[in-house]
């Protein structure tokens, strides 16, 4: 019975060892929560991205050969993301996308420099589609790391710009969470508010735990007290939703300029409380251009319901620049496809994109909007949806960078 | 520049004591919210005497099935069922669960509710999603009741904090003055005395558990209106509930609503205050620089640190006083 037991063992264990050399297939490797408080969100981008990744396959793949997108739940942990990490090295991946939380993307930009110092010919290039603390194309930037999403502070550089247009707004509270991004973007909005609009007061600068505050009724009451009209917020998930609900139940008369008032959820808890006065920053809404997109209306009709809700339009672009990189270089070896993508431009349906060569970041048009009634699309069936104030155009998002990173001869 | 609000003078006026009243006012609705969720654990613990770790996952089941029934047939008789509907799960896993697992000892009742509370979170997933659902306050209770200093008070809250404290009146009254209470009382110390009286002791067993999850579920109706109805809420309110429970005293329904008002009030209060180690250092003339050791840890506000403020209390508690403010044995 026992040596029967064994022998299937080692049956299926050989029948894993076939499987995985005999394809020959691109291999990339989703590193990002798939359980847990930020699972929500890690699973509508591993849709977003298995969806793009299909078109690519469907039109022949990447240079005739096919991706498979493998995933890896890291709890949004750190140091997990490392052995999650390491499996997808050994399962083969040369290329890992992640995005969820800044912490995470620094532990996976360090460990991925190092493999590929201690292992040339067998590179990873590490594709970045959300986390935005800027020292990652800054001071901790590396040849490895590219980063699709507008960082903390071009976002913020966008946001003030509005603001600065705007004499009503005089006080202003920050709050943010308390790790590596809320400080970026707390930093950013004091320092870039000071340059643009010195008159305005900065009127409260809380830090908050992440994700681990239930009730924000005691905050809503520090920043009533403050007499803020303006709040910024680099929330998201449970942090963006839970703190503006706390301040529709107190009746708080603030606008809040937000970097992820669309994450799921936030709109339908503010509801009619929200417009005109919640504010987000994002490269994409579903109003950001006349018409939907096939390729959102497409998302949609795979992937119907509210938790699906299309967010990732930098995905779009990420993976069909990726595409274009790879056929640049015409081969899908990473070093060779990064060296593609270096200075690479692309025009999308709603504008220029360039992933700069000097630190990797890429460059695409931003829009601030508003939340408003009865738009052309609405979010989450709520008859509520995003109208742009402004669009800044991806070359006018470029900041200087103190990137001076190493390239592979 | 908008018509003012004649509340907004008072924001320059009395900034303090606009802050001390309204973060008082959300502290003892936060108390009282954490009392409803502990009430039953309580109830549960000093009359069962088993920890019951699915607590905090009736509760979110609580919130669920009145967001499903409200859907359904509206709120008002939707605060009912859910309640109903989790009495009858409760009583269901006292019956068929506990009851054999109960034999085995303490280690493996607190083992089945540990995985209990995993069973009821992926299902909840399975049939509504991971993501949050639009459990939004209904329009009946969804209005400013009254406001203070400008800031409003919404009317759900008010709701809220009446049924935490017809909760405490009623568990009291009905364990303290009622023939049945008494009888509940007696069966855990004495179950093979009280059995030979003629009473069905795990028929009390049963209908105590059940009181338990339909307290967990009433608290959840309301509590999921001010949290997020998703798969994660048992686990965000989970270990707040253990605490209070220790804090107040194993077992103690006063000392389960005097900790919750204790946590919530000065959780509260914490937040509101933005002086760190280094500003007492400061005043008190210790000079302390950025190159001093540990000046990252002095340099914390008071306010970051608000949500470990219960924990540290229960640390405290468990070193000086293990069995908490009101009990009367031992953790």
């Known amino acids: ?32 929560p798939l359980s847990g408080g930020a699972a929500s969100t890690g699973i509508l981008a591993q849709k977003t991205h298995q969806f793009y990744i299909d078109a690519i396959n469907a039109a022949g793949g990447l240079n005739g050969e096919k991706i498979e997108l493998l995933s890896f739940d890291n709890k949004v942990n750190p140091q997990e993301s490392l052995i999650q990490l390491k499996k997808a090295l050994d399962e083969g991946a040369r290329y890992v996308v992640q995005g969820n939380g800044s912490s995470i993307a620094h532990a996976i930009t360090e460990a991925v420099l190092k ?9 990873v290039v590490f594709l970045n589609y959300a986390a935005v603390d800027p020292a990652l194309t800054n001071e901790k930037c590396n040849f490895w790391h590219f980063r699709f999403d507008a960082d903390a502070d071009m976002k913020m550089a966008a946001m003030t710009d509005v603001i600065a247009k705007d004499k009503r707004i005089q006080k202003v509270y920050l709050i943010n969470q308390d790790y590596s991004f809320g400080k970026a973007v707390a930093a950013a909005a004091g320092k870039m508010l000071a340059e643009k609009r010195p008159d305005i007061k900065i009127v409260g600068d809380e830090l908050h735990p992440l994700q681990k505050v239930q009730d924000f009724s005691p905050y809503v009451a520090k920043i009533k007290a403050s007499g803020a009209d303006t709040v910024i917020t680099g929330n998201w998930s449970n942090d963006m939703v839970l703190l503006i609900k706390a301040g529709k139940d107190a009746g708080l008369k603030v606008k809040w300029e937000t970097f992820y008032g669309g994450s799921p959820g936030t709109v339908t808890a503010v509801g009619e409380a929200g417009v005109d006065t919640l504010k987000q920053i994002s490269e994409w809404h579903k109003n950001a251009a006349p018409e939907l997109d096939s390729t959102v209306a497409a998302f949609g009709k795979r992937f119907p319901g509210k938790e699906n809700e299309y967010t990732y339009w930098r995905a779009k672009t990420m993976w069909e620049m990726f595409a274009a990189a790879a056929k640049k270089a015409q081969s ?76 592979p001869r | 520049m908008g018509p003012r609000v004649r509340g907004d003078d008072s924001v320059t006026t009395w900034p303090m004591l606009e802050l001390a009243t309204v973060s008082l006012l959300n502290g003892v609705v936060y108390g009282l919210l954490l009392f409803m969720l502990t009430s039953g654990l309580t109830l549960i613990f000093s009359m069962m005497g088993v920890l019951n770790f699915a607590h905090a996952s009736l509760f979110m089941l609580g919130a669920y099935l009145s967001y499903q029934f409200g859907r359904w047939v509206g709120f008002w008789p939707a605060l009912v069922i859910a309640p109903l509907a989790c009495s009858l799960i409760g009583a269901a896993i006292e019956r068929y669960g506990l009851r054999h697992v109960h034999r085995s000892g303490h280690v493996a009742e607190i083992l089945f509710t540990f995985g ?171 000079g302390v620089t950025r190159t001093s050791p540990m000046y990252e840890f002095y340099s914390i506000k008071l306010a970051t640190a608000a949500p470990i403020v219960p924990y540290l209390l229960l640390v405290l508690m468990l070193i000086v006083r293990p069995r908490g403010l009101l009990g009367t044995r031992d953790v």
């Open chain 1, 1 to 32: 019975m026992r040596s029967r037991h064994r022998s299937a063992v080692g049956l299926a264990v050989a029948w894993v060892f076939c499987a995985g050399s005999s394809a020959a297939d691109v291999k990339i490797a989703f590193i990002d």
């Open chain 1, 332 to 407: 899908n070896d990473p070093v060779k496809v990064a060296k593609a993508l270096e200075g690479m431009k692309m025009q999308t349906s709603l504008g220029e994109v360039e992933m700069r060569a000097d630190n990797h970041q890429m460059l695409q048009p931003l829009y601030v909007s508003t939340l408003a009634k009865s738009p052309k699309y609405d979010v989450e069936a709520t008859g509520l949806g995003w109208k742009s104030d402004a669009k800044v155009e991806g070359k006018m998002t470029a900041l200087p960078t103190t990137c001076k990173m190493e390239r």
């Open chain 2, 116 to 286: 209990l509370a995993y069973v009821i979170e992926e299902l909840v997933t399975m049939i509504w999603g991971r993501n949050a659902v639009a459990n939004s306050v209904p329009a009946v209770i969804d209005f400013p009741l009254f406001s203070v200093f400008g800031s409003s008070f919404p009317a759900y809250k008010g709701l809220m904090m009446a049924i935490s404290v017809a909760m405490f009146v009623f568990l009291y009254l009905a364990l303290k003055r009622t023939r049945i209470g008494l009888i509940i009382q007696a069966a855990l110390t004495h179950p093979q005395m009280v059995s030979a009286l003629g009473h069905d002791v795990p028929g009390v067993f049963v209908l105590v558990f059940a009181i338990g999850s339909a307290l967990a579920g009433l608290a959840g109706v309301i509590g999921g209106f001010m949290l997020l109805t998703q798969p994660t809420l048992a686990h965000a309110v989970g270990p707040i509930v253990f605490v209070i429970v220790v804090v107040g005293g194993l077992g103690s329904l006063a000392g389960a609503l005097f900790a919750s008002l204790l946590i919530g009030i000065m959780q509260t209060f914490a937040v509101a205050v933005d002086y760190s180690l280094l500003d007492l250092f400061r005043a008190l003339g210790i």
């Open chain 1, 115 to 123: 493999h590929n110092e201690r292992n040339p010919g067998k590179e």
